[in-house]
């Protein structure tokens, strides 16, 4: 069964950074893309950043420039993305959640961690 266990989320003051870990695990054969989503209240998931199994990546038009995303591939079967987060806002505030695309056609989601960025 396939796990998502993310880790990172907490609270920063404006312009500092965090860094958000997720790992996959449990039976996983191989992923195809990983990414990051965030949610507000009452409004839809959006994508935050993303990154395939060959590296290329695509983020968010309001985090780019600031946000980096990066992938550990097949370590002992277990895939973690990162996602670095510098220069945050206070406007970064949400629950973000992992996202992965496991082979074949599973997609898994993380239970989401909460980032809070005072101003």
């Known amino acids: 069964q396939v796990q998502l266990v993310e880790s990172g989320g907490g609270l920063v003051q404006a312009g500092g950074s965090l860094r958000l870990s997720c790992t996959a695990s449990g039976g996983i054969f191989s992923i195809d893309a990983m990414g990051w989503y965030r949610q507000a209240p009452g409004k839809q998931r959006e994508l935050v950043a993303v990154?395939?199994?060959?590296?290329?990546?695509?983020?968010?038009q309001s985090v780019k420039g600031r946000f980096t995303i990066s992938r550990d591939n097949a370590k002992n079967k277990v895939y973690t993305v990162y996602l670095q987060m510098n220069s945050l806002k206070p406007e970064d505030t949400t629950v973000y959640y992992c996202?992965?695309?496991?082979?074949?056609?599973?997609?898994?989601w993380g239970q989401g961690t909460l980032v809070t960025v005072s101003s």
């Open positions: 990154i395939t199994r060959g590296g290329s990546t695509n983020y968010a």
């Open positions: 996202n992965a695309h496991v082979d074949p056609g599973l997609e898994v």
